[in-house]
């Protein structure tokens, strides 16, 4: 059973769409994590959620929205794509008392 | 900002070797210093973590050295295998960090 799962695994879409990917938890953590890995495999924290409330918002061109319904869920939507964002998304989750973070194995997400 | 340097960038190892990998970081706050392994196409994965009081722990073949007062940490694999040939990232967070800062990574080759 995947502790931390995403779909898709693979995403291919053109400039200018919108698209969503989701992500699952079974670990009953709290918090959880939404991480891009660019080309040179560099992992940057986009964003956080813990108990559903954003704990952190880097950066991130406002194109980018999550949404966590519950506390096992974050899903990750993307309005106007852009070539840039091309990279790989991972999604991962810690618990309250420890601080493993479980990932799930990535979105490659390809704009054309 | 890069607050975790990571080096170097590649490695290549025999089957049998050391691989050392270094990390230096700037932020005193930082108190927990985990290391991942990345194989392809899968998402990273705790390999080994230390805290700042103390200076060294070692799991099976993976000891992760500290050293406080250079603000730096190092992770060594003896005995390297081919099967450890991926991708590894040094770490840092804060207490109660909601992110994990994390180094460029270090591609590792072990050849056979």
């Known amino acids: 059973d995947t502790a931390v799962s995403q779909t898709p695994k693979y995403l291919v879409t053109q400039m200018g769409n919108d698209k969503s990917i989701k992500c699952e938890q079974n670990l009953g953590h709290d918090t959880m994590y939404w991480y891009k890995q660019d080309s040179k495999k560099f992992l940057k924290i986009m964003f956080s959620y813990n108990n559903k409330e954003l704990i952190i918002n880097e950066t991130v061109p406002n194109r980018f929205s999550p949404k966590s319904p519950d506390k096992a869920h974050l899903n990750l939507h993307i309005n106007s794509l852009e070539l840039g964002d091309s990279a790989v998304y991972f999604c991962a989750s810690t618990s309250p008392w420890g601080t493993e973070a479980f990932f799930g194995q990535g979105t490659r997400l390809t704009v054309v | 900002q890069q607050q975790v340097k990571q080096s170097p960038q590649s490695l290549i190892v025999q089957k049998g070797g050391i691989s050392i990998i270094n990390c230096a970081y700037e932020n005193t706050a930082f108190d927990y210093f985990p290391w991942y392994q990345q194989f392809p196409g899968k998402g990273p994965a705790l390999l080994i973590a230390?805290?700042?009081?103390?200076s060294e722990k070692k799991e099976g073949r993976f000891t992760i050295s500290f050293n406080k007062s250079a603000k730096q940490f190092s992770l060594h694999i003896m005995e390297s295998q081919p099967g450890d040939s991926a991708t590894y990232f040094c770490?840092?967070?804060?207490?109660?960090?909601?992110?994990?800062?994390f180094g460029k990574g270090t591609s590792l080759l072990v050849t056979p």
């Open positions: 230390i805290r700042p009081d103390v």
């Open positions: 770490a840092a967070s804060v207490p109660s960090g909601y992110a994990l800062n």
